[in-house]
């Protein structure tokens, strides 16, 4: 499962920069150099209303694989059109948005499985696995761009659009060895599939859904990061030295923290770390939108929320990962990328409008106050759940039931019936214990 996360992305990031040269090689237009890129955002923005039937049947590492077989031969149709230099707008239309329909089935169904495997390995196993995806996830970027920008270099950019199909073929074969299955609504057949929605998900789990509503919120946000520093740069006469800077400084800082997350989150309350995470990515806003045109200093604060946000994303993961089971887990993950993806979206849509109304430094500083606000009502929100429920308190105190704040350091969950029964020879070690943390 691991494997799979790191080859996919891997090759995505490589051809990252080949499909725009292809599409406006062929087009000769801008326009078409983000069609790709709009069309497979599309199914994700989506995918409420149509992907969720298909979410609940992709149980096991074969039916993901089978999906991603399918965005195979979507990421092959511009190649192919350009062997008779026949690549048209409708070809990468429907290249991005065959690929978006299957990242979207398969993206929230991967990370489940991956977390009904880890169970029964003990306490915290969930959330460190999908601490460990997020760390092969983020480790592509370190390498990916600099063997991009040299293949395409050497070989011109088409062959990359093979290679990233390869790499998403590689993939799909390393799920199909994947024997274990994930289970259906909540570990049983009590609930129909068909009822399970995102929003009656979130419902049932409030933490989960103050930890997606701060990801929505940092996601709408995510424009001012990274067209804001790109306009700010060809303002001050130094195109994409600062974004440069900036994403050079966060993504190594984040791939260090992506490292060391798997140890670090099984000692933290997950609530509060996401929302200590947002506070401290608000005030990486704000520290950018005064530091004016320094490169050293923007990729110093940069570097600063890069180490925040592993700890912010792997929290929400742990929490959908240990307190949720089958269906209603993959509902769970899917509504946390739905938001956050469609966030992302809408800000990159209407971010250009709103940095060209309030400058640079503006936007970097309110959407950094939008961002602390959103953490910190996430902290008091906690707060006061905790104080409402002393008698849960007073239980984990004592090690006896759930709570807010989850087992003791070191203490098992136990497994739900689901990863029992498919990984029987695993569960004989794991304990009983309360729910995690959050």
Same mark, same amino acid.
């Given at each position: ?11 995505q990031?490589?051809t990252a920069?080949?499909?725009?040269l292809?599409? $406006?090689?062929?087009?000769h237009?801008?326009w078409?150099?983000?069609?790709? =890129?709009?069309m497979? =955002? ?7 209303? %149509?992907?969720?039937?298909?979410w ?12 991603l077989?399918?965005?195979? !031969?979507g990421l $092959?149709?511009?190649?192919v059109?350009a062997i008779?230099?026949?690549? #048209?707008?409708?070809?990468?239309a429907a290249t991005?948005?065959? #690929?978006?329909?299957?990242?979207a089935?398969?993206?929230? !169904?991967?990370?489940s499985?991956?977390?009904e495997i880890?169970?029964p390995?003990?306490?915290?196993a !969930?959330?460190k696995?999908?601490? %460990?995806?997020d ?9 990916a761009p600099a ?22 073929a590689?993939g799909?074969?390393l799920?199909?060895t994947? &024997?274990?299955?994930?289970? =259906?609504a909540?570990?049983? @057949?009590?609930?129909?599939?068909? &009822?399970?929605?995102m929003r009656a ?6 933490s989960i ?5 701060? #990801?929505?919120v940092g ?6 990061f990274?067209?804001?520093l790109?306009?700010?740069?060809a303002?001050v006469?130094?195109?994409?030295a ?8 966060y ?5 260090l *923290?992506?490292?060391?997350?798997? &140890?670090?989150?099984? &000692?933290?309350?997950? $609530?509060?770390?996401a929302?200590?995470a947002?506070?401290g990515l608000g ?8 530091a004016g045109?320094?490169?050293?200093l923007? @990729?110093a604060?940069?570097a600063?929320?890069? $180490?925040?946000?592993p ?7 742990a929490?959908?990962?240990?307190r949720?089971?089958?269906?209603e887990?993959?509902t769970?993950?899917?509504?946390a ?6 966030s992302v ?5 209407v971010g250009?409008t709103?940095?060209?109304?309030a400058?640079?430094?503006?936007t970097l500083l309110?959407t950094?106050?939008?961002?602390i606000v ?5 902290l008091i929100?906690r707060?006061h ?5 002393p008698?849960?308190?007073a239980a ?7 709570a ?5 350091i070191g203490?098992?969950? !136990?497994?739900s019936?689901?990863?029992q029964? @498919? ?9 009983p *214990?309360?729910?995690? #943390?959050?």
């Amino acid at each position: 499962m691991l494997g799979t996360t790191f080859v996919v992305w891997l090759g995505q990031r490589i051809t990252a920069v080949a499909m725009p040269l292809v599409a $406006l090689a062929a087009s000769h237009s801008a326009w078409s150099t983000g069609l790709v =890129g709009g069309m497979a =955002g599309l199914p994700l923005v989506t995918a409420p209303w %149509w992907a969720r039937r298909g979410w609940q049947r992709l149980t096991s590492g074969r039916a993901i694989g089978l999906v991603l077989a399918g965005q195979v !031969a979507g990421l $092959l149709i511009v190649p192919v059109a350009a062997i008779g230099d026949h690549v #048209s707008w409708y070809a990468l239309a429907a290249t991005g948005l065959v #690929s978006g329909c299957c990242t979207a089935l398969a993206g929230p !169904a991967q990370r489940s499985l991956l977390a009904e495997i880890a169970e029964p390995l003990g306490g915290y196993a !969930a959330a460190k696995a999908l601490a %460990w995806q997020d760390f092969a996830h983020r480790s592509s970027m370190v390498v990916a761009p600099a063997l991009g920008a040299l293949a395409v270099g050497a070989w011109g950019p088409v062959p990359l659009l093979w290679c990233e199909a390869a790499g998403v073929a590689a993939g799909a074969l390393l799920l199909t060895t994947v &024997r274990a299955r994930s289970c =259906g609504a909540g570990g049983t @057949a009590r609930e129909p599939v068909a &009822r399970l929605t995102m929003r009656a998900a979130l419902r049932a789990h409030p933490s989960i859904a103050v930890g997606v509503a701060m #990801s929505g919120v940092g996601g709408l946000a995510w424009f001012a990061f990274t067209l804001g520093l790109a306009v700010r740069g060809a303002e001050v006469a130094r195109p994409g030295a600062l974004i440069a800077a900036a994403m050079t400084g966060y993504g190594f800082s984040s791939v260090l *923290s992506a490292l060391a997350s798997p &140890r670090l989150l099984p &000692r933290l309350p997950w $609530l509060a770390t996401a929302a200590a995470a947002w506070v401290g990515l608000g005030l990486m806003f704000v520290g950018e939108a005064g530091a004016g045109a320094s490169v050293p200093l923007i @990729a110093a604060i940069a570097a600063v929320g890069g $180490l925040l946000a592993p700890l912010g994303n792997g929290s929400l993961d742990a929490l959908i990962g240990t307190r949720t089971t089958g269906a209603e887990r993959r509902t769970a993950f899917a509504a946390a990328g739905f938001v956050h993806d469609g966030s992302v979206s809408v800000g990159l849509v209407v971010g250009g409008t709103v940095i060209g109304l309030a400058g640079t430094t503006g936007t970097l500083l309110v959407t950094g106050v939008a961002q602390i606000v959103a953490g910190a009502a996430g902290l008091i929100w906690r707060a006061h759940r905790r104080a409402s429920r002393p008698a849960d308190d007073a239980a984990i105190a004592g090690g006896r039931g759930p709570a807010l704040a989850g087992p003791a350091i070191g203490q098992r969950t !136990a497994p739900s019936p689901c990863s029992q029964s @498919a990984h029987a020879s695993a569960t004989s070690t794991a304990q009983p *214990s309360s729910s995690s #943390s959050s």
